[in-house]
Structures are given as C-alpha cells and as structure tokens.
C-alpha cells in the first residue's frame, strides 16, 4: 500500500514562529501536493512538485514556501506563522502522468496563536 | 462561480437506503472525475476515478459522469453505517507534468441504524 506519512499530526505554534510541515512517501512517486483544508472552502492547492527540486505554485501559496531535496521528502514552510493559516494541511503524492491517483497522507492539525 | 459545485448536507439517511451524492462543473476541459471518502480527522481515500462519461461500478458504488452536463454522481447502494463520511468530488485536467485537482467543497453523509 502506499504510504504518505505527516510527521506532525497537531501542531500549536505562535504568531511569527517559523513552522515546518514535513511529509515522507514510500512509493517512489514523482509528483507531491500540499493542500490546506477548511470548512465551506474544500482543499485548496497550496504547491506541488513534479521533481526533485522542482516546484510550482497552487492557488494559494501566499505565505508558504516548500523544499524538495529529495525524492520521497516535500517540505511545507510557513515562514511567519499568521492566525489566518491555521488550518488542516495536507500532503499527497501521485506517480508521473497519474494525477487521477492521488494518495494523501493523515493530516497535520496547525493552529497558529 | 466556483468551477466545482458539491452539496455540503449533511446528508442523513437509514441504513440500507440508495445514496446519491452529487457534483456540477464549469470547466468543460475537465478531463479526469473522481471520488475521495474522507474520515472524521482523517486524509481523503480515493474511492473510484473515471475519464469518460457512462457508469463505473464497483462493488455498492457506481460512478455516472455526464460530460454533456457537466455533472457527475456517485451512487452507494445498500449504505452501511461504516459509509458515514465525508465524500469530495474531484476533477483534473493532464497537462502531461503534474496535473492540479480540483475539489469539491464535500458533502457530509450520516448513515443512520
């Protein structure tokens, strides 16, 4: 089965910190997602990459940076923490050209105080 | 508009019962359909994935996609407590490196004993 592991299920940081949401897969794949979930809003796109190094921006990737060093690794990074990001985020991965089997992971819980 | 339009119920209906769950879309270019269950504090599973119009079935649940109408159904028969959740459509264009999903908003199904 593939896996996605979120190392960080719940997370309370404060206003200004720097957070880092940090997502491992088993399977090989080539592409990797971060969504952010919210109530009424669904998940919306924050980045993804297609390959080691590579990134593109999603819908919504004001405040967020990530890193891709290597391939099994997507990191999410919110460089100053804002009340307004506290949210459910979501990495997800899918092999090449397969976007249509996205696998996610559990979930990482942020609330920013 | 928001290119994906999904119900948010809640959705309450007997154990037993015929379910139908439901998505509208804008985007005509909209090439790949599917369904994600989401468990309470959990990440999204993919349940079934399509790119034509007609039926898919698997087991209780069959997938309809109407391209002509831009809508898409997903149907679970004899429904089960255990299918409590919350069921997101999703829809995806290739551009051939890593495709972008987008999400319906969730309806929350209640399968009651």
């Known amino acids: 089965d593939v896996k996605v592991t979120q190392s960080s299920r719940y997370l309370v940081k404060r206003t200004g910190e720097k957070v880092f949401l940090e997502c491992v897969q088993d399977?090989?794949?080539?592409?990797m997602f971060w969504y952010r979930q919210d109530p009424g809003l669904g998940l919306r796109l924050i980045y993804f990459?297609?390959?080691?190094?590579?990134?593109e921006k999603g819908d919504i990737p004001e405040g967020y940076s990530v890193s891709r060093e290597k391939k099994e690794r997507f990191s999410l990074i919110l460089e100053s923490a804002s009340t307004n990001q506290t949210s459910m985020y979501l990495c997800?991965?899918?092999?090449?050209?397969?976007?249509?089997?996205?696998?996610f992971g559990e979930g990482s819980w942020l609330t920013v105080v | 508009q928001k290119e994906v339009e999904q119900d948010p119920g809640p959705l309450s209906v007997p154990e037993g019962a015929i379910v139908s769950l439901n998505c509208t879309y804008s985007n005509s270019a909209f090439q790949y359909f599917m369904w994600y269950r989401q468990y309470s504090r959990k990440g999204p599973e993919l349940l079934m994935y399509t790119y034509s119009s007609g039926n898919k079935e698997d087991g209780r649940f069959t997938a309809q996609v109407d391209k002509s109408s831009k809508y898409i159904s997903l149907f679970i028969r004899d429904s089960q407590p255990s299918d409590s959740a919350t069921y997101l459509c999703a829809m995806s264009i290739n551009t051939g490196t890593a495709s972008k999903l987008t999400f319906g908003t969730g309806t929350r199904l209640q399968v009651t004993l």
């Open positions: 997800a991965s899918s092999p090449a050209g397969f976007v249509d089997t996205i696998y």
């Open positions: 399977m090989d794949h080539e592409n």
């Open positions: 990459s297609y390959d080691v190094k590579m990134k």
